[in-house]
């Protein structure tokens, strides 16, 4: 696959992008950027060419280990107080109620 100045055009009008052809040169500033696009796929072809069989993948960039925290409670359960202070028809089965909304 590879860019025309129409798929150019396309992508500048889907992105709302503004391009401005360029008088001084004698290729268009929509030409250059088809070139470029083209490169770029040209590059992704040639990496999905690589054997990566025997690679293991990478979790991250970098070989650091996250630092875990033991999953402990830290904090009260004060729900059941919390429900308290509100009607008791406003709870039902440890839920607030709220009312229907329609647009």
Not at 20 to 43: G, P, V
């Amino acid at each position: 696959m590879s860019f025309t100045q129409d798929d150019v055009n396309k992508l500048a009008h889907l992105a709302r992008i503004a391009l401005n052809e360029t008088s001084n040169e004698e290729h268009s500033f929509e030409h250059s950027i088809a070139e470029d696009l083209n490169k770029i796929l040209r590059l992704v072809s040639e990496i999905s060419e690589i054997n990566t069989d025997n690679i293991e993948p990478m979790q991250h960039s970098q070989s650091y280990a996250q630092r875990m925290r033991p999953d402990a409670v830290t904090e009260p359960d004060v729900r059941t107080e919390m429900q308290r202070l509100v009607p008791e028809n406003a709870v039902a089965a440890g839920l607030y109620l709220v009312p229907v909304v329609k647009e």
